[in-house]
């Protein structure tokens, strides 16, 4: 067996995608590190669950469907909320943790250049992003509220999908398993109960 060396052209693609910045800031970045975990967990959990061969055939039926439900249930919330949720997380750990006037001027710096990116046109928004992750990268000034931001995504998540997405799911999924599952009971075959010898008169 010939064993080839691994040659630079061959991990150049690799090296490529590791050293790109945009990959390292999407991979920072709580709400997209989130969103693709839960898709993840949405195509994988129910596969494996379905294809196991040693579970009950309805079982585990009803198992990869409900772990489906789950996952596009907590993807769909998270999505829908975390923006509302993030903000006011920030305004509190601005308003309750950052008090000196060099603090609030970073977090001030950090939150201009932002609403500069939101207000821009849509063909102006990926440059001015691309200046801001260079900033936050070289600037000291930029770094702090970068970390704040991220804190706040990441209380945020925490509070949508450990403390609000159990509490829902169990309000809505039940129902719609229920929906899903009732044509499978009605078809079940009755049995009928085995007379015991005491029983035979």
Do not use: W
Not at 186 to 194: D, H, I, Q
């Amino acid at each position: 067996m010939e064993v080839k060396p691994i040659t630079q052209a061959t991990t150049s693609p690799i090296k490529r995608l590791l050293t790109n910045p945009k990959a390292a800031e999407f991979a920072q970045n709580t709400i997209c590190a989130i969103s693709v975990e839960t898709t993840l967990k949405a195509l994988g959990r129910p596969t494996f669950i379905y294809f196991d061969k040693n579970a009950n055939g309805r079982s585990k039926k009803y198992a990869a469907t409900k772990e489906l439900l789950y996952q596009s249930f907590c993807l769909g919330l998270y999505l829908g909320f975390i923006n509302k949720v993030k903000k006011p997380a920030y305004k509190f750990i601005k308003k309750h943790f950052f008090n000196t006037k060099e603090q609030l001027r970073k977090l001030d710096l950090y939150d201009s250049f932002q609403e500069k990116i939101d207000k821009a046109a849509k063909e102006d928004k990926k440059g001015l992003r691309e200046e801001l992750a260079n900033l936050v990268h070289k600037n000291p000034d930029y770094k702090l509220g970068k970390g704040v931001h991220e804190l706040s995504s990441i209380g945020s998540t925490v509070f949508i999908l450990a403390l609000c997405a159990p509490i829902l799911s169990q309000i809505i999924l039940h129902p719609v398993m229920d929906l899903i599952f009732k044509k499978d009971k009605k078809k079940e075959p009755e049995t009928k109960a085995v007379e015991t010898p005491s029983q035979v008169k």
